[in-house]
């Protein structure tokens, strides 16, 4: 992606597009799940608290728990199954 060396700050012209497709696919895996969650409430509207839950309940998102854990502090984490 980038060319490593103390001259050379260029990277190549499809990293950002890679990153770009990347973001996108993050972000939809996300928010699927994070849906799955509010419909399981039996909800039509999507909440921060839906988002925590597939954060929580899903293991490749393990990076993000420290960001949303102090969300987590009136949620009940025992109704969460973790998987992928």
Not at 41 to 68: E, Q, Y
């Amino acid at each position: 992606m980038k060319k490593s060396g103390d001259n050379v700050n260029v990277i190549s012209g499809e990293a950002p597009i890679v990153f770009v497709n990347a973001c996108e696919l993050f972000i939809e895996d996300l928010t699927r799940r994070s849906w799955m969650v509010t419909m399981k409430g039996k909800r039509r509207t999507l909440h921060k608290d839906d988002v925590v839950s597939a954060v929580m309940a899903t293991d490749i998102f393990d990076f993000l728990v420290s960001l949303v854990s102090d969300s987590t502090n009136h949620l009940d984490l025992t109704t969460v199954k973790r998987g992928t």
